[in-house]
């Protein structure tokens, strides 16, 4: 999928992924890729970015860890982020259900 189209939906799919538990940048690229069915593969150049500016925004918590031998940063969701998922969602569903009705598709 093109990055251009992902421009302002990239912080929800993060905080989605991050809801299912703390996960380091692998992992969390992995997911979204699989749970996109291969329609978000994007690279670290795009994820781990978008991960500090949601950290420095208050909606990721990170710590370091040992992981297959090596340290990792591991992103968690803080209760600011997952406020901000839940609005995120609410006003995916709204805009998603508009542009459905337009389309003349069934919900």
């Not at 990792?72 to 995916?92: I, K, M, P, S």
Request: aromatic share 8%; hydrophobic share 40%; glycine share 12%.
């Amino acid at each position: 999928m093109n990055r251009e189209r992902l421009k302002g939906h990239l912080d929800l799919l993060l905080l989605s992924v991050l809801a299912a538990g703390p996960a380091h940048g692998y992992v969390i690229i992995t997911k979204l890729r699989e749970r996109s069915g291969g329609a978000f593969d994007l690279p670290e150049g795009t994820v781990y970015p978008a991960l500090h500016r949601l950290q420095k925004a208050g909606l990721l918590d990170s710590s370091w860890t040992d992981a297959e031998g090596r340290p990792r940063r591991v992103y968690a969701l803080t209760t600011q982020g997952a406020a901000a998922l839940a609005d995120g969602t609410t006003e995916w569903r709204r805009f998603a259900t508009g542009v459905q009705a337009v389309l003349g598709w069934q919900a």
